[in-house]
């Protein structure tokens, strides 16, 4: 509908591609991920840097954006996640996220899009298929985007192809997000530029943005593996622990811009 594509317009630039700012990990991990500088871990400290550098957009669960959601500008696309689970769940039940948040309450909190992760391979898929079967149903019919964090993982990917990783999972996922309805795909990096375009490929012009994953000690090389991401014909990056894990987190924000949005070299941009 007009109103999913003018919303998704939040997030994309005239270049089709994004760079969003993730900050779920107090629940998802725990605060200890805002260890590494502490500071972070007030919501509206990081958010107010972060918009302040240029982000695109930015994606939190409800309860952030309830307090500290008006540090978005109405400029920047807020993307609101329904589903989540702690790291202090048993071992045996991590491989579920569960719905913590309702469409119409992220409507309510002024979201541009809603997001909910599927583990797809996990034993418990039916029951996330089922809740992004919901949740994109109500989004869809109310002119909202659905993102789908499509994050394959469970026993039997590792006892088929050794890693979650390997390219056949990481695009059978971005295939299965785009079958079940998703507008916008989140999802791992297979490794290499040539494995990912397959992945950007089967997403049949979804744009699928890379999960940014555990903090590169070296800021380069986290830009080099958006630059390869760009280069494969990714849409951009969802990134948070390379973000609010570093001290200053605002040039390396406006070189990540460089990089999504103009192709620029990593290690000029990285200069500048
Ligand atoms: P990062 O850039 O820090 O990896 O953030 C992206 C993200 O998807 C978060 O939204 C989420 O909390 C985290 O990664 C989940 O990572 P994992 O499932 O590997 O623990």
Redesign the pocket.
């Known amino acids: 509908s007009v109103g999913i594509r003018r919303r998704m317009r939040r997030f994309f630039r005239r270049d089709g591609r994004a760079l969003i700012f ?4 107090g ?3 725990g605060p200890t ?1 805002f260890e590494e500088h502490w500071e972070h871990v007030n919501p509206r400290i990081i958010l107010r840097k972060v918009v302040r550098a240029g982000i695109d957009g930015v ?1 939190m669960l409800p309860g952030l954006v309830r307090m500290a959601g008006d540090e978005v500008k109405p400029n920047v696309g807020l993307m609101i ?1 329904l589903t ?1 689970k702690t ?1 202090l769940r048993p071992k045996d039940d991590q491989l579920l996220q569960s719905q913590l948040g309702y469409v119409e309450d992220a409507i309510k909190l002024g979201a541009d899009a809603v997001a909910a ?1 599927v583990y797809w391979g996990s034993p418990q898929e039916d029951v996330m298929m089922r809740q992004f079967a919901e949740i994109a149903s109500y989004a869809h019919d109310l002119g909202f985007p659905v993102v789908q ?1 499509a ?1 394959p ?1 469970g026993p039997y990917i590792n006892e088929k192809y050794g890693r979650k990783e390997d390219y056949r999972v990481v695009m059978y996922g971005a295939r299965a997000a785009v079958e079940s309805g998703a507008d916008m795909i ?1 999802t791992y990096w297979t490794g290499s530029r040539e494995s990912f375009a397959k992945v950007v490929d089967a997403a049949a012009g979804v744009p699928v943005l890379l ?5 590169a000690e070296n800021p380069v090389d986290f830009l080099n593996l958006v630059w390869e991401v760009i280069e494969a014909g990714g849409a951009g ?9 570093r001290e200053n987190p605002e040039p390396f924000i406006k070189a990540l811009l460089r990089v999504v949005h103009r192709n620029e070299d990593p290690e000029e941009a990285a200069k500048a």
Do not use: C
């Open positions: 993730a900050m779920d990990h629940f998802e991990h991920d994606m996640k989540s790291n992760t964090f994050y993982r989140k999960s940014g994953g555990a903090k990056a969802v990134v948070g622990r390379n973000i609010f894990q």
